[in-house]
C-alpha cells in the first residue's frame, strides 16, 4: 500500500523549502585586538548580498570612544567596518551589544583577543544579544564555542545534509553505509584542514555551484538504480562520498572563513569546529533512520516508491540551488 500523497509530500517540500536558504545563515564578525594599553583595533564583519547588508550594528561599552571614523566597504558576500578605539579601563566587564540581532535568524560571534595574549570568544544570539567581557576565557571555553559553531552550521548547512541524505537512500546495507559516512567525513576533513591552514584553496562560489551538482548527481543515480542491475555508485558508494567529500570540505572551510577563523586559534578552532560538524552530521544520520523507521512502523509505506519521490525533491532542489550559484559567477 502507497502512503498518503501528504506524507511523501512533506519531506519534498521541506527540500524545496531549504533550497532557499541553504548557507543563508551566516553569522556576523566582530574582531577586537588590544594594541596597546586600552587601545582596541575593531573589524566588524556583516553578512551582505550585493549591496545590501543585513542590519546590523556593534555597539562597544560606554568608555569605548572612537579615534577616526570607521573605514566602511563591501568584500565578496560581506559588509566591513575597521575601525580604533580608546578605552578607559579596558573591556573587562564591559558590555558589547549587537544591535539589530533580536530582529534576525542569524548571530554574531565576537573574538576578543587582549594585548598580554588572552583571548575570549562569545556566540551573541537573537535572543541574547549582548556579551560581557571576563578578560579572559580557559581553552575549553573557547573551543565549546567553536564546537557549538559547527554543529549548527551543518544543521543549517541544507545542501551538505541533503548529500548526506542521499547517500543514505542509495545504500541497503548498514556496514556500508558507516563506511561511506567515513569516508565522506575523512575525505572533507583533509579539505577543510588544508584549505583552512592555507595550503591550497579555490573559489568559494564555483565550490557551491559544483556542490550543487554533486547532489544532482547522486539524486540521479536514485533514479536509475534497478533491483538486479547494481550501478558503480551503488557498489562502491564510498568512492562518491570520498570525491564529492573533498569538494564539500572545501564549502566548509569557506563558512569558516567568513564566520573569522582566528589565525593564532587555528588548531583548536579548526578541530574543534570539525568535530562540531561530524557531531551535527550524525544528529541529522540518527534522526533520518528515527524517521525511516518510524515510517515503516507506523504507515508501512512502499519503500521504493518513498525513495524515488524523494529522489526527485533531492534533485530539484540541487537545480534550485545550482542556477541561482552559477549564475552569481557572472555577477
Given at each position: 500500500m502507497r502512503p498518503p500523497c501528504a506524507l511523501l509530500a512533506l519531506p519534498i517540500l521541506l527540500l524545496l523549502g531549504a533550497s532557499a536558504i541553504a548557507h543563508e545563515v551566516r553569522p556576523a564578525y566582530l574582531d577586537i585586538r588590544e594594541t596597546a594599553h586600552d587601545t582596541f583595533a575593531v573589524l566588524w564583519k556583516v553578512p551582505a548580498q550585493g549591496r545590501?547588508?543585513?542590519?546590523?550594528?556593534?555597539?562597544?561599552?560606554?568608555?569605548?570612544?572612537?579615534?577616526?571614523?570607521?573605514?566602511?566597504?563591501?568584500?565578496?558576500?560581506?559588509?566591513?567596518?575597521?575601525?580604533?578605539?580608546?578605552?578607559?579601563?579596558?573591556?573587562?566587564?564591559?558590555?558589547?551589544?549587537?544591535?539589530?540581532?533580536?530582529?534576525?535568524?542569524?548571530?554574531?560571534?565576537?573574538?576578543?583577543?587582549?594585548?598580554?595574549?588572552?583571548?575570549?570568544?562569545?556566540?551573541?544570539?537573537?535572543?541574547?544579544?549582548?556579551?560581557?567581557?571576563?578578560?579572559?576565557?580557559?581553552?575549553?571555553?573557547?573551543?565549546?564555542?567553536?564546537f557549538l559553531l559547527g554543529i549548527e552550521h551543518i544543521l543549517l548547512g541544507f545542501d551538505h545534509l541533503i548529500f548526506v541524505l542521499a547517500l543514505m537512500l542509495l545504500i541497503h546495507d548498514r556496514w556500508?553505509?558507516?563506511?561511506?559516512?567515513?569516508?565522506?567525513?575523512?575525505?572533507?576533513?583533509?579539505?577543510?584542514?588544508?584549505?583552512?591552514?592555507?595550503?591550497?584553496?579555490?573559489?568559494?562560489?564555483?565550490?557551491?555551484?559544483?556542490?550543487?551538482?554533486?547532489?544532482?548527481f547522486v539524486a540521479s543515480e536514485l533514479l536509475k538504480a534497478r533491483p538486479n542491475e547494481a550501478r558503480l555508485s551503488e557498489t562502491y558508494p564510498w568512492v562518491v562520498a570520498f570525491a564529492f567529500g573533498l569538494l564539500h570540505g572545501f564549502g566548509f572551510s569557506g563558512a569558516l572563513k567568513e564566520i573569522g577563523l582566528p589565525q593564532s586559534d587555528v588548531p583548536l578552532s579548526l578541530l574543534t569546529f570539525n568535530l562540531g560538524v561530524?557531531?551535527?552530521?550524525?544528529?541529522?544520520?540518527?534522526?533520518?533512520?528515527?524517521?525511516?523507521?518510524?515510517?515503516?512502523?507506523?504507515?508501512?509505506y512502499h519503500a521504493a516508491f518513498a525513495r524515488r519521490a524523494i529522489a526527485y525533491g533531492i534533485g530539484t532542489s540541487a537545480m534550485l540551488w545550482f542556477i541561482p550559484r552559477i549564475a552569481s559567477l557572472a555577477a
Open positions: 545590501m547588508r543585513l542590519a546590523l550594528d556593534a555597539h562597544l561599552p560606554k568608555q569605548c570612544i572612537e579615534r577616526a571614523t570607521p573605514m566602511r566597504w563591501f568584500e565578496g558576500s560581506a559588509y566591513l567596518e575597521r575601525w580604533t578605539v580608546d578605552c578607559a579601563g579596558g573591556l573587562r566587564n564591559g558590555t558589547i551589544v549587537i544591535d539589530g540581532l533580536k530582529a534576525t535568524l542569524t548571530e554574531a560571534l565576537v573574538r576578543i583577543e587582549y594585548e598580554n595574549g588572552d583571548t575570549e570568544v562569545g556566540r551573541l544570539m537573537p535572543e541574547a544579544p549582548s556579551f560581557t567581557a571576563a578578560g579572559a576565557q580557559t581553552r575549553l571555553e573557547v573551543a565549546r564555542t567553536y556500508m553505509l558507516f563506511n561511506t559516512i567515513t569516508a565522506f567525513t575523512v575525505a572533507h576533513s583533509i579539505t577543510l584542514a588544508g584549505a583552512s591552514l592555507g595550503y591550497f584553496s579555490l573559489p568559494q562560489k564555483p565550490v557551491e555551484a559544483t556542490i550543487a551538482l554533486s547532489i544532482a561530524e557531531a551535527g552530521q550524525i544528529i541529522f544520520v540518527a534522526a533520518a533512520l528515527a524517521v525511516a523507521w518510524a515510517g515503516r512502523a507506523v504507515v508501512g
